[in-house]
């Protein structure tokens, strides 16, 4: 088969096309021939060598995968052969066929395509627990939304607004901010250009702090998420496409809001696939009827063939995309 090996950590040149003999399942896995991958963030950092915990190299990277079930191992029976189905899988997911076990391969419904599919496992599931699991949405509310174009963004802005609550979106470029308001967002900042990120936002909810920030840029931003929080808010940092925060600026900002009692979450998907699975379930049901009933997006940014992934990092790394990259293990370059 085809298969994307990363050798060692770097630019996006490490990224080879290799051929490799086809996984074989083991008890209780199934092998999945893979028709869409989905590219993660999470992917960049591993490639960069910034991501913890950090695979053992050389690897195939991907997470997200979907396809049809072609071959069983024992233990598998639940599931069948020629299955369309969606699983997350610790690593191998760029690559033609992929092992999976059973407890994260999730049987697709009519109407859910490959491609959307395999935007899922990761950024719709993280959307999903950021919006039901990790905070209490209502109406009246107002939450802002970084990155509200990408994949995770655009998935919360329906979520929230299913739910009631007003979406401000910060975004990095005015394409961007047209996308979420086309989403749903009632309003969107350029936070890479506006000087004064909270003082924007409060400007856009009479005067007031919001109630939530979900942030997967991170970096220095976190202090405009203390600043733009009303008493007793919520932020939830779920990803750091920015960069770690430095601490002296993040201590600062503790003790500086500490009379406001904000609550603050790191989030990351394993707690929950891991640690809450009957919830996760659940949560796959539900975002299957979030995206069957439009009532949440989540736009495919383009569909690569295998041997350009490198061109899907270069693209997700340099902020020139808009909702989820897909790789297509079996499409011609």
Not at 110 to 116: C, E, Q, S
Not at 239 to 246: D, E, F, H, K, V
Not at 289 to 308: E, K
Not at 326 to 331: C, F
């Amino acid at each position: 088969m085809l298969a994307i090996r990363l050798e060692q950590t770097g630019g996006i040149e490490e990224l080879k096309l290799i051929e490799t003999p086809a996984p074989e399942p083991g008890h209780g896995e199934v092998r999945i021939k893979v028709e869409a991958a989905g590219v993660n963030f999470a992917d960049v950092l591993i490639r960069r060598g910034l991501y913890l915990p950090m695979p053992n190299l050389p690897v195939i990277p991907g997470t997200d995968v979907a396809g049809t079930i072609d071959a069983l191992g024992e233990g598998a029976e639940q599931l069948s052969v020629g299955q369309r189905v969606v699983a997350t899988i610790p690593r191998g997911g760029y690559a033609q066929y992929a092992t999976a076990p059973t407890f994260a391969v999730v049987p697709l419904p009519a109407g859910i395509d490959f491609d959307l599919a395999s935007g899922l496992p990761v950024s719709g599931m993280t959307a999903y627990h950021l919006t039901h699991t990790i905070t209490t949405l209502a109406s009246g509310m107002t939450v802002v939304n970084y990155a509200a174009a990408g994949s995770v963004g655009s998935l919360i802005i329906g979520m929230a607004k299913t739910q009631g609550a007003k979406v401000i979106a910060l975004v990095g470029s005015e394409a961007k901010a047209c996308r979420a308001r086309e989403l749903g967002a009632e309003a969107a900042i350029n936070y890479l250009t506006t000087d004064d990120v909270p003082a924007a936002v409060r400007e856009l909810n009479l005067g007031q702090g919001v109630d939530v920030v979900y942030n997967s840029v991170m970096g220095k931003t976190v202090a405009d998420d203390l600043n733009m929080l009303k008493p007793l808010g919520h932020a939830i940092w779920f990803g750091i496409a920015g960069g770690l925060p430095n601490s002296k600026l993040l201590l600062a900002s503790f003790m500086r809001h500490f009379p406001d009692s904000p609550t603050i979450t790191f989030y990351h998907l394993l707690s929950s696939l891991l640690h809450d699975q009957k919830r996760h379930v659940t949560g796959w049901s539900r975002l299957f009827t979030y995206l069957l009933s439009g009532q949440a997006q989540l736009p495919i940014h383009a569909a690569y063939p295998l041997a350009q992934a490198a061109q899907a990092h270069s693209d997700l790394e340099n902020r020139r995309t808009m909702g989820k990259c897909v790789l297509k293990p079996w499409a011609e370059p």
